[in-house]
Protein backbone atom coordinates (compact mmCIF):
# COMPACT_ATOMS: atom_id res chain seq x y z
CA UNK A 1 0.00 0.00 0.00
CA UNK A 2 1.53 2.77 -1.01
CA UNK A 3 0.55 5.97 1.00
CA UNK A 4 2.37 9.48 1.12
CA UNK A 5 3.40 10.82 4.09
CA UNK A 6 3.48 13.42 6.29
CA UNK A 7 6.22 16.77 6.34
CA UNK A 8 6.10 17.16 9.77
CA UNK A 9 8.69 19.12 11.43
CA UNK A 10 11.95 17.32 13.49
CA UNK A 11 10.44 18.71 16.71
CA UNK A 12 6.28 17.87 16.15
CA UNK A 13 7.52 14.32 14.29
CA UNK A 14 9.86 12.62 16.86
CA UNK A 15 6.61 12.54 19.25
CA UNK A 16 4.83 11.46 16.37
CA UNK A 17 6.36 8.41 15.94
CA UNK A 18 6.76 7.74 19.42
CA UNK A 19 3.33 7.56 19.62
CA UNK A 20 2.60 5.40 16.27
CA UNK A 21 5.35 2.72 17.46
CA UNK A 22 3.80 2.11 21.36
CA UNK A 23 0.39 1.22 19.10
CA UNK A 24 2.86 -1.69 17.85
CA UNK A 25 4.87 -2.52 20.87
CA UNK A 26 1.38 -2.58 23.25
CA UNK A 27 -0.25 -5.18 20.98
CA UNK A 28 2.67 -7.53 20.68
CA UNK A 29 2.99 -7.34 24.39
CA UNK A 30 -0.32 -7.50 24.82
CA UNK A 31 -0.55 -10.98 23.21
CA UNK A 32 2.44 -12.46 25.36
CA UNK A 33 0.01 -12.81 27.86
CA UNK A 34 -3.57 -12.52 26.63
CA UNK A 35 -3.76 -16.12 24.99
CA UNK A 36 -2.81 -17.83 28.39
CA UNK A 37 -6.03 -17.42 30.09
CA UNK A 38 -7.91 -18.81 27.04
CA UNK A 39 -5.76 -22.15 27.19
CA UNK A 40 -8.74 -24.28 28.85
CA UNK A 41 -11.38 -22.59 26.69
CA UNK A 42 -8.94 -23.77 23.69
CA UNK A 43 -8.36 -27.46 24.97
CA UNK A 44 -12.01 -27.50 24.77
CA UNK A 45 -12.80 -26.39 21.75
CA UNK A 46 -9.81 -28.26 20.01
CA UNK A 47 -10.42 -31.48 21.66
CA UNK A 48 -6.90 -31.93 22.89
CA UNK A 49 -4.72 -32.61 26.07
CA UNK A 50 -3.15 -29.74 28.16
CA UNK A 51 0.01 -30.88 26.91
CA UNK A 52 -0.72 -30.06 23.04
CA UNK A 53 -3.02 -26.98 23.92
CA UNK A 54 0.68 -25.02 25.37
CA UNK A 55 2.27 -24.95 22.35
CA UNK A 56 0.00 -22.31 21.46
CA UNK A 57 2.28 -20.61 24.19
CA UNK A 58 5.61 -22.72 23.69
CA UNK A 59 5.64 -21.61 20.17
CA UNK A 60 4.67 -18.21 20.12
CA UNK A 61 7.62 -17.62 22.63
CA UNK A 62 10.04 -19.67 20.71
CA UNK A 63 9.34 -17.66 17.42
CA UNK A 64 9.51 -14.48 19.47
CA UNK A 65 13.41 -15.19 20.91
CA UNK A 66 14.49 -16.59 17.32
CA UNK A 67 13.19 -13.47 15.67
CA UNK A 68 14.88 -10.96 17.93
CA UNK A 69 18.55 -11.50 17.15
CA UNK A 70 18.06 -10.42 13.76
CA UNK A 71 15.99 -7.82 13.79
CA UNK A 72 19.10 -5.52 13.62
CA UNK A 73 20.31 -7.03 10.69
CA UNK A 74 16.92 -6.32 8.78
CA UNK A 75 16.49 -2.72 10.28
CA UNK A 76 20.39 -1.39 8.81
CA UNK A 77 19.54 -3.51 5.10
CA UNK A 78 15.75 -2.36 5.12
CA UNK A 79 14.82 0.40 7.14
CA UNK A 80 12.97 0.90 10.32
CA UNK A 81 9.82 2.37 8.84
CA UNK A 82 9.87 -0.76 6.32
CA UNK A 83 10.72 -3.05 8.70
CA UNK A 84 8.12 -1.82 10.79
CA UNK A 85 5.39 -1.54 8.59
CA UNK A 86 6.27 -5.84 7.35
CA UNK A 87 6.47 -6.10 11.49
CA UNK A 88 3.18 -4.93 12.10
CA UNK A 89 1.02 -6.63 8.72
CA UNK A 90 2.71 -9.66 9.75
CA UNK A 91 1.66 -9.68 13.58
CA UNK A 92 -1.68 -8.28 12.26
CA UNK A 93 -2.00 -10.91 9.46
CA UNK A 94 -0.73 -13.66 11.89
CA UNK A 95 -3.64 -11.78 14.78
CA UNK A 96 -6.63 -12.65 11.91
CA UNK A 97 -5.63 -16.23 11.37
CA UNK A 98 -5.43 -17.13 14.77
CA UNK A 99 -9.23 -15.87 15.05
CA UNK A 100 -10.23 -18.20 12.41
CA UNK A 101 -8.20 -21.19 13.65
CA UNK A 102 -9.90 -24.76 13.21
CA UNK A 103 -7.48 -27.00 14.90
CA UNK A 104 -5.13 -26.89 17.43
CA UNK A 105 -2.37 -27.66 15.09
CA UNK A 106 -3.92 -24.94 12.57
CA UNK A 107 -3.66 -22.44 15.90
CA UNK A 108 0.20 -23.44 16.06
CA UNK A 109 0.83 -22.33 12.98
CA UNK A 110 -0.64 -19.12 13.06
CA UNK A 111 0.71 -18.28 16.10
CA UNK A 112 4.33 -18.37 14.69
CA UNK A 113 3.29 -16.45 11.86
CA UNK A 114 2.08 -13.95 14.60
CA UNK A 115 5.07 -14.48 16.32
CA UNK A 116 7.74 -13.43 13.35
CA UNK A 117 6.14 -9.90 13.19
CA UNK A 118 5.62 -9.70 17.35
CA UNK A 119 9.09 -10.66 17.52
CA UNK A 120 10.57 -7.86 15.63
CA UNK A 121 7.85 -5.66 16.49
CA UNK A 122 9.97 -4.77 19.79
CA UNK A 123 13.28 -4.19 18.92
CA UNK A 124 12.40 -2.12 15.63
CA UNK A 125 9.77 0.26 17.80
CA UNK A 126 12.93 1.11 20.40
CA UNK A 127 15.42 0.98 17.35
CA UNK A 128 12.96 4.03 15.94
CA UNK A 129 13.04 5.56 19.64
CA UNK A 130 16.57 5.27 19.77
CA UNK A 131 16.99 7.24 16.23
CA UNK A 132 15.11 9.89 16.62
CA UNK A 133 15.33 11.37 20.13
CA UNK A 134 18.78 12.97 21.31
CA UNK A 135 20.35 12.03 24.23
CA UNK A 136 18.94 14.48 26.56
CA UNK A 137 15.85 14.05 25.85
CA UNK A 138 15.74 10.17 25.48
CA UNK A 139 14.65 9.06 29.20
CA UNK A 140 11.25 11.20 28.76
CA UNK A 141 10.91 9.23 25.76
CA UNK A 142 11.94 5.65 26.85
CA UNK A 143 9.96 5.81 30.03
CA UNK A 144 6.46 6.93 27.63
CA UNK A 145 7.31 3.59 25.30
CA UNK A 146 8.64 1.61 27.96
CA UNK A 147 4.61 2.12 29.76
CA UNK A 148 3.33 0.10 26.77
CA UNK A 149 6.04 -2.83 28.02
CA UNK A 150 4.72 -2.65 31.19
CA UNK A 151 1.03 -2.19 31.01
CA UNK A 152 0.02 -4.44 28.54
CA UNK A 153 1.15 -8.11 30.48
CA UNK A 154 -0.69 -6.99 33.15
CA UNK A 155 -3.87 -6.25 31.69
CA UNK A 156 -3.67 -9.45 29.47
CA UNK A 157 -5.42 -11.97 31.97
CA UNK A 158 -7.93 -9.72 32.90
CA UNK A 159 -9.16 -8.51 29.05
CA UNK A 160 -7.97 -11.98 28.33
CA UNK A 161 -10.89 -13.74 30.33
CA UNK A 162 -13.54 -10.78 30.47
CA UNK A 163 -13.37 -11.77 26.49
CA UNK A 164 -13.38 -15.11 27.02
CA UNK A 165 -16.31 -15.46 29.49
CA UNK A 166 -18.82 -12.25 27.85
CA UNK A 167 -17.59 -12.65 24.55
CA UNK A 168 -15.95 -15.35 22.86
CA UNK A 169 -12.45 -17.02 22.55
CA UNK A 170 -11.94 -15.77 19.00
CA UNK A 171 -12.55 -12.06 19.92
CA UNK A 172 -8.62 -11.87 21.92
CA UNK A 173 -7.32 -12.14 18.25
CA UNK A 174 -9.73 -10.67 16.81
CA UNK A 175 -8.97 -7.03 18.26
CA UNK A 176 -5.88 -6.90 16.84
CA UNK A 177 -7.11 -6.32 13.49
CA UNK A 178 -8.70 -2.81 13.55
CA UNK A 179 -6.06 -1.55 15.93
CA UNK A 180 -3.27 -3.14 13.62
CA UNK A 181 -5.01 -1.73 10.38
CA UNK A 182 -5.18 1.95 11.97
CA UNK A 183 -1.68 1.77 13.60
CA UNK A 184 -0.32 0.59 9.96
CA UNK A 185 -1.70 3.23 8.38
CA UNK A 186 -0.42 5.76 11.21
CA UNK A 187 3.08 4.20 10.66
CA UNK A 188 3.02 4.77 6.89
CA UNK A 189 1.71 8.24 6.94
CA UNK A 190 4.11 9.52 9.88
CA UNK A 191 7.57 7.77 10.26
CA UNK A 192 10.44 8.38 8.01
CA UNK A 193 13.01 5.88 6.64
CA UNK A 194 16.42 5.25 8.53
CA UNK A 195 19.54 5.71 6.61
CA UNK A 196 20.55 2.04 5.07
CA UNK A 197 23.29 0.21 5.51
CA UNK A 198 23.32 -2.23 2.20
CA UNK A 199 27.07 -3.01 1.85
CA UNK A 200 26.72 -5.34 4.80
CA UNK A 201 26.01 -9.41 4.10
CA UNK A 202 23.64 -11.57 5.71
CA UNK A 203 25.36 -13.40 8.56
CA UNK A 204 23.78 -17.08 7.82
CA UNK A 205 26.17 -18.94 10.06
CA UNK A 206 25.16 -16.04 13.09
CA UNK A 207 21.65 -16.46 12.40
CA UNK A 208 21.62 -20.62 12.08
CA UNK A 209 23.78 -20.94 15.50
CA UNK A 210 21.97 -18.44 17.57
CA UNK A 211 18.43 -19.55 16.18
CA UNK A 212 19.26 -23.21 17.12
CA UNK A 213 21.31 -22.52 20.85
CA UNK A 214 17.96 -19.58 21.44
CA UNK A 215 15.71 -22.01 20.35
CA UNK A 216 16.99 -24.90 22.80
CA UNK A 217 17.70 -23.05 25.74
CA UNK A 218 14.04 -21.33 25.77
CA UNK A 219 12.23 -24.83 25.00
CA UNK A 220 14.82 -25.88 27.70
CA UNK A 221 13.48 -23.00 30.56
CA UNK A 222 9.98 -23.57 29.28
CA UNK A 223 10.06 -26.99 29.52
CA UNK A 224 12.29 -27.94 32.54
CA UNK A 225 10.00 -27.55 35.50
CA UNK A 226 7.51 -30.16 33.78
CA UNK A 227 10.13 -32.71 32.13
CA UNK A 228 12.62 -32.36 35.05
CA UNK A 229 15.72 -30.41 34.86
CA UNK A 230 18.13 -33.82 35.22
CA UNK A 231 15.57 -35.58 32.15
CA UNK A 232 17.74 -36.45 29.26
CA UNK A 233 15.22 -34.57 27.16
CA UNK A 234 16.42 -31.11 29.29
CA UNK A 235 19.85 -32.39 29.48
CA UNK A 236 20.05 -32.55 25.49
CA UNK A 237 18.61 -29.65 24.84
CA UNK A 238 20.82 -27.38 27.42
CA UNK A 239 24.22 -29.12 25.70
CA UNK A 240 22.63 -28.35 22.69
CA UNK A 241 21.75 -24.39 23.31
CA UNK A 242 25.32 -23.84 25.05
CA UNK A 243 27.57 -25.56 21.95
CA UNK A 244 25.72 -23.71 19.61
CA UNK A 245 25.39 -20.33 21.43
CA UNK A 246 29.21 -20.75 22.04
CA UNK A 247 29.48 -21.34 18.72
CA UNK A 248 27.31 -18.14 17.62
CA UNK A 249 30.25 -16.16 19.87
CA UNK A 250 33.04 -17.41 17.98
CA UNK A 251 31.50 -16.96 14.24
CA UNK A 252 30.25 -13.45 15.84
CA UNK A 253 33.65 -12.24 16.94
CA UNK A 254 35.61 -13.21 13.62
CA UNK A 255 32.61 -11.95 11.16
CA UNK A 256 33.48 -8.45 9.18
CA UNK A 257 29.57 -8.37 9.33
CA UNK A 258 28.31 -10.08 12.68
CA UNK A 259 24.28 -10.51 13.16
CA UNK A 260 24.82 -9.08 16.53
CA UNK A 261 27.44 -7.46 17.73
CA UNK A 262 28.80 -8.23 20.51
CA UNK A 263 31.69 -5.32 20.68
CA UNK A 264 28.57 -3.15 22.27
CA UNK A 265 29.76 -5.28 25.93
CA UNK A 266 32.83 -3.62 25.85
CA UNK A 267 30.70 -0.35 26.69
CA UNK A 268 31.02 -0.78 30.56
CA UNK A 269 27.62 1.50 31.37
CA UNK A 270 25.87 -1.61 28.46
CA UNK A 271 26.61 -4.38 30.21
CA UNK A 272 26.13 -3.20 33.46
CA UNK A 273 22.75 -2.29 32.66
CA UNK A 274 22.19 -5.66 30.74
CA UNK A 275 22.70 -7.09 33.80
CA UNK A 276 20.31 -5.03 35.30
CA UNK A 277 17.48 -5.48 32.42
CA UNK A 278 18.23 -9.27 33.25
CA UNK A 279 17.47 -9.07 36.68
CA UNK A 280 15.08 -6.54 36.58
CA UNK A 281 12.93 -8.41 33.49
CA UNK A 282 13.30 -11.85 35.56
CA UNK A 283 12.06 -9.95 39.00
CA UNK A 284 9.36 -8.60 36.45
CA UNK A 285 7.92 -11.58 34.89
CA UNK A 286 8.54 -13.68 38.07
CA UNK A 287 6.34 -11.48 39.47
CA UNK A 288 3.75 -11.69 36.83
CA UNK A 289 3.88 -15.25 37.32
CA UNK A 290 3.45 -15.90 41.30
CA UNK A 291 1.26 -13.44 42.05
CA UNK A 292 -1.32 -14.77 39.64
CA UNK A 293 -0.86 -18.46 40.15
CA UNK A 294 -1.29 -17.72 43.69
CA UNK A 295 -4.21 -15.70 43.93
CA UNK A 296 -6.52 -18.39 41.47
CA UNK A 297 -5.02 -21.40 42.45
CA UNK A 298 -4.75 -21.02 46.37
CA UNK A 299 -7.21 -17.88 46.77
CA UNK A 300 -9.46 -18.89 44.72
CA UNK A 301 -9.68 -15.63 42.14
CA UNK A 302 -10.54 -15.79 38.95
CA UNK A 303 -8.55 -14.65 35.81
CA UNK A 304 -10.32 -11.31 35.81
CA UNK A 305 -10.09 -10.50 39.32
CA UNK A 306 -6.11 -11.03 39.41
CA UNK A 307 -5.99 -9.09 36.22
CA UNK A 308 -7.85 -6.66 38.19
CA UNK A 309 -5.70 -7.06 41.16
CA UNK A 310 -2.34 -6.57 39.06
CA UNK A 311 -3.87 -3.02 36.86
CA UNK A 312 -2.81 -0.54 39.58
CA UNK A 313 0.82 -1.69 39.97
CA UNK A 314 1.48 -1.91 35.98
CA UNK A 315 -0.09 2.12 36.08
CA UNK A 316 2.23 3.07 39.39
CA UNK A 317 4.74 1.59 36.60
CA UNK A 318 4.16 4.11 34.45
CA UNK A 319 3.16 6.79 36.24
CA UNK A 320 6.98 6.54 38.26
CA UNK A 321 8.61 6.92 34.98
CA UNK A 322 8.76 10.47 34.45
CA UNK A 323 9.02 11.19 38.13
CA UNK A 324 12.61 8.89 37.52
CA UNK A 325 13.27 11.14 34.76
CA UNK A 326 12.75 14.18 36.90
CA UNK A 327 14.82 12.42 39.43
CA UNK A 328 17.70 11.63 37.59
CA UNK A 329 17.88 14.62 35.80
CA UNK A 330 19.18 16.32 39.54
CA UNK A 331 20.71 13.36 41.43
CA UNK A 332 21.65 11.31 37.97
CA UNK A 333 20.85 8.27 36.55
CA UNK A 334 22.49 5.72 38.63
CA UNK A 335 20.60 6.87 42.21
CA UNK A 336 17.42 6.67 40.77
CA UNK A 337 18.34 2.64 39.24
CA UNK A 338 19.96 1.61 42.73
CA UNK A 339 16.72 3.61 44.42
CA UNK A 340 14.12 1.34 42.20
CA UNK A 341 16.05 -1.87 42.35
CA UNK A 342 16.01 -1.53 46.45
CA UNK A 343 12.53 -0.71 46.58
CA UNK A 344 11.32 -4.01 44.59
CA UNK A 345 13.46 -5.94 46.33
CA UNK A 346 12.28 -4.51 49.74
CA UNK A 347 8.52 -4.65 48.23
CA UNK A 348 8.68 -8.44 47.32
CA UNK A 349 9.79 -9.11 51.22
CA UNK A 350 6.12 -9.20 52.67
CA UNK A 351 5.38 -12.18 50.01
CA UNK A 352 7.38 -13.79 51.65
CA UNK A 353 4.42 -14.57 54.52
CA UNK A 354 1.80 -14.26 51.84
CA UNK A 355 -0.99 -17.12 53.10
CA UNK A 356 -5.02 -17.61 53.12
CA UNK A 357 -5.59 -14.71 55.64
CA UNK A 358 -3.89 -11.67 53.85
CA UNK A 359 -5.93 -8.98 52.69
CA UNK A 360 -6.49 -7.85 49.27
CA UNK A 361 -5.53 -4.43 49.98
CA UNK A 362 -2.72 -5.09 51.36
CA UNK A 363 -1.55 -7.67 48.51
CA UNK A 364 -2.29 -4.62 46.49
CA UNK A 365 -0.67 -2.25 48.13
CA UNK A 366 2.96 -3.93 47.99
CA UNK A 367 2.05 -4.88 44.08
CA UNK A 368 2.15 -1.13 43.53
CA UNK A 369 5.23 -0.27 45.68
CA UNK A 370 6.97 -3.18 43.17
CA UNK A 371 5.34 -1.68 40.32
CA UNK A 372 6.92 2.17 41.76
CA UNK A 373 10.42 0.06 41.66
CA UNK A 374 10.04 -1.05 38.02
CA UNK A 375 8.68 2.80 37.08
CA UNK A 376 12.13 4.23 38.50
CA UNK A 377 14.64 1.55 37.33
CA UNK A 378 14.14 -0.63 33.76
CA UNK A 379 13.90 1.96 31.37
CA UNK A 380 16.39 4.54 33.08
CA UNK A 381 19.28 1.56 33.55
CA UNK A 382 18.07 0.69 29.38
CA UNK A 383 18.85 4.17 28.35
CA UNK A 384 21.98 4.88 30.69
CA UNK A 385 23.20 1.98 28.51
CA UNK A 386 21.92 2.54 25.01
CA UNK A 387 23.31 6.44 25.63
CA UNK A 388 26.83 5.26 25.72
CA UNK A 389 26.76 3.74 21.88
CA UNK A 390 26.63 5.27 18.44
CA UNK A 391 23.59 5.95 16.40
CA UNK A 392 25.35 3.10 14.04
CA UNK A 393 25.47 0.18 16.14
CA UNK A 394 21.77 0.69 18.15
CA UNK A 395 20.04 -1.47 15.68
CA UNK A 396 21.92 -4.32 16.81
CA UNK A 397 22.27 -3.04 20.43
CA UNK A 398 18.03 -2.78 20.73
CA UNK A 399 17.93 -6.55 18.88
CA UNK A 400 20.57 -7.67 21.67
CA UNK A 401 18.37 -5.93 24.73
CA UNK A 402 15.48 -7.31 23.62
CA UNK A 403 17.06 -11.20 23.04
CA UNK A 404 18.63 -10.75 26.77
CA UNK A 405 14.81 -9.40 27.62
CA UNK A 406 13.34 -12.71 26.58
CA UNK A 407 16.02 -14.97 28.02
CA UNK A 408 15.62 -13.10 31.55
CA UNK A 409 11.82 -13.42 31.72
CA UNK A 410 11.71 -17.34 30.53
CA UNK A 411 14.61 -17.93 33.46
CA UNK A 412 12.72 -15.86 36.28
CA UNK A 413 9.75 -17.92 35.44
CA UNK A 414 11.79 -21.03 35.26
CA UNK A 415 13.24 -20.81 38.47
CA UNK A 416 10.27 -20.08 40.35
CA UNK A 417 8.41 -22.85 39.11
CA UNK A 418 11.32 -24.93 40.18
CA UNK A 419 11.41 -23.71 43.43
CA UNK A 420 7.42 -24.08 43.87
CA UNK A 421 7.60 -27.76 42.68
CA UNK A 422 10.67 -28.77 44.85
CA UNK A 423 9.84 -27.21 48.42
CA UNK A 424 5.57 -28.30 47.81
CA UNK A 425 7.17 -31.79 48.06
CA UNK A 426 9.77 -31.09 50.55
CA UNK A 427 6.44 -28.96 52.95
CA UNK A 428 3.95 -31.92 52.23
CA UNK A 429 6.83 -34.76 53.63
CA UNK A 430 7.61 -32.23 56.10
CA UNK A 431 3.95 -31.34 57.42
CA UNK A 432 3.39 -35.05 57.57
CA UNK A 433 6.49 -36.44 59.69
CA UNK A 434 4.04 -34.73 62.09
CA UNK A 435 0.66 -36.39 61.34
CA UNK A 436 0.58 -39.05 64.02
CA UNK A 437 -2.43 -41.14 64.46
CA UNK A 438 -1.53 -41.38 68.25
CA UNK A 439 -0.92 -37.79 69.30
CA UNK A 440 -3.31 -36.14 71.02
CA UNK A 441 -3.85 -33.13 68.50
CA UNK A 442 -4.06 -35.25 65.36
CA UNK A 443 -7.04 -36.86 67.62
CA UNK A 444 -9.00 -33.76 68.42
CA UNK A 445 -8.72 -32.37 65.15
CA UNK A 446 -10.04 -35.32 63.80
CA UNK A 447 -12.70 -35.60 66.04
CA UNK A 448 -13.61 -32.09 65.67
CA UNK A 449 -13.93 -32.75 61.35
CA UNK A 450 -15.70 -35.94 62.21
CA UNK A 451 -18.37 -33.85 64.02
CA UNK A 452 -18.90 -31.13 61.38
CA UNK A 453 -19.67 -33.92 58.64
CA UNK A 454 -22.23 -35.39 61.07
CA UNK A 455 -23.75 -31.95 61.66
CA UNK A 456 -23.93 -31.12 57.65
CA UNK A 457 -24.96 -34.73 57.65
CA UNK A 458 -21.84 -35.66 54.53
CA UNK A 459 -22.69 -38.27 52.40
CA UNK A 460 -20.61 -41.58 52.02
CA UNK A 461 -20.35 -41.45 48.25
CA UNK A 462 -18.67 -38.26 49.02
CA UNK A 463 -16.30 -39.73 51.57
CA UNK A 464 -14.82 -42.44 49.48
CA UNK A 465 -14.57 -39.99 46.22
CA UNK A 466 -12.57 -37.50 48.30
CA UNK A 467 -10.15 -40.15 50.19
CA UNK A 468 -8.65 -41.05 46.84
CA UNK A 469 -7.27 -37.55 47.42
CA UNK A 470 -4.21 -39.27 49.68
CA UNK A 471 -4.89 -42.76 50.80
CA UNK A 472 -1.50 -43.14 51.29
CA UNK A 473 -0.21 -40.01 52.76
CA UNK A 474 -2.50 -40.82 55.37
CA UNK A 475 -2.14 -44.87 55.52
CA UNK A 476 1.84 -44.54 55.81
CA UNK A 477 0.69 -42.29 59.22
CA UNK A 478 -1.17 -45.17 60.46
CA UNK A 479 -5.14 -44.31 59.81
CA UNK A 480 -7.85 -46.93 59.28
CA UNK A 481 -10.72 -44.62 57.84
CA UNK A 482 -14.33 -45.17 57.98
CA UNK A 483 -17.08 -43.55 56.24
CA UNK A 484 -16.85 -40.35 58.28
CA UNK A 485 -13.58 -40.46 59.57
CA UNK A 486 -12.60 -40.82 55.45
CA UNK A 487 -14.00 -37.43 54.59
CA UNK A 488 -12.45 -36.30 57.57
CA UNK A 489 -9.22 -37.33 56.65
CA UNK A 490 -9.87 -35.32 53.03
CA UNK A 491 -10.19 -32.44 54.66
CA UNK A 492 -7.26 -32.71 56.63
CA UNK A 493 -5.60 -33.79 53.29
CA UNK A 494 -6.50 -31.07 51.17
CA UNK A 495 -5.96 -28.48 53.75
CA UNK A 496 -1.76 -30.31 53.89
CA UNK A 497 -1.81 -29.71 50.46
CA UNK A 498 -2.76 -26.18 50.46
CA UNK A 499 -0.60 -25.14 53.32
CA UNK A 500 2.70 -26.99 51.78
CA UNK A 501 1.55 -25.17 49.07
CA UNK A 502 1.50 -21.72 50.42
CA UNK A 503 4.94 -22.80 51.96
CA UNK A 504 6.15 -23.15 48.35
CA UNK A 505 5.28 -20.00 47.45
CA UNK A 506 6.34 -18.17 50.24
CA UNK A 507 9.74 -19.72 49.41
CA UNK A 508 9.77 -18.66 45.87
CA UNK A 509 8.86 -14.96 47.07
CA UNK A 510 11.88 -15.23 49.11
CA UNK A 511 14.22 -16.29 45.87
CA UNK A 512 12.32 -13.27 44.04
CA UNK A 513 13.37 -10.91 46.56
CA UNK A 514 16.95 -12.09 46.38
CA UNK A 515 16.79 -11.78 42.57
CA UNK A 516 16.13 -8.34 42.90
CA UNK A 517 18.31 -7.30 45.39
CA UNK A 518 20.88 -9.06 43.47
CA UNK A 519 20.28 -6.43 40.90
CA UNK A 520 21.76 -3.51 43.39
CA UNK A 521 25.65 -5.10 42.18
CA UNK A 522 25.82 -3.94 38.53
CA UNK A 523 23.29 -1.16 39.16
CA UNK A 524 26.12 0.02 41.59
CA UNK A 525 28.77 -0.59 38.88
CA UNK A 526 27.07 2.10 36.57
CA UNK A 527 28.51 5.18 35.09
CA UNK A 528 26.29 8.49 35.35
CA UNK A 529 28.48 11.10 33.93
CA UNK A 530 29.81 8.72 31.46
CA UNK A 531 29.91 10.95 28.46
CA UNK A 532 27.38 9.85 25.58
CA UNK A 533 28.60 8.87 21.95
CA UNK A 534 25.45 10.60 20.51
Not at 184 to 194: H, N, P, Q, T
Not at 425 to 443: C, D, F, G, T, V
Request: proline share 4%; net charge positive; glycine share 8%.
Amino acid sequence: MNIPRLALPDATYRWWALAVTIIGNFMSMLDTSIVNIAIPKLMAVFAVEAKNAQWILTAYMLTLGMMQPVSGYFCDRFGTRRMYLFSLTVFTGGSALCGMAWSNDSMVLFRVIQAIGGGLVYPVTMTIVYHNFPCEERYQAMSIWGLSAMVAPAIGPALSGYLVEYWDWRVIFAINVPVGFIGYLLAALILRESVLNRNGKFDAGGFITSSLGLLCLLLALNKGAEEGWTSPYIIALLYVSFASLALFVAIELKSENPLLDLTVFTKWNFTCSSCVLFIGTAGLYGGLFLVPLFMENIRGYTAMQTGVLLLPAALVSGLMMPVAIRIARRVGPKPVVIAGIVILGMASLPFVHLNMDTGYYTILFVMMLRGAGLGLFLMTATTLGMNALPLAKMSRATAMKSMIRQIAGSFGIALLSTVIQHRQAYHLAHIAEYMNAASLPMKQTLANCQDLFFKVGGSPGAAKHMLTYSDSLYARAGFAPGIIQAKALALLSSAVQKQAAIFAFNDAFAVLALICFCGIIPAWLLRSRQKSKN
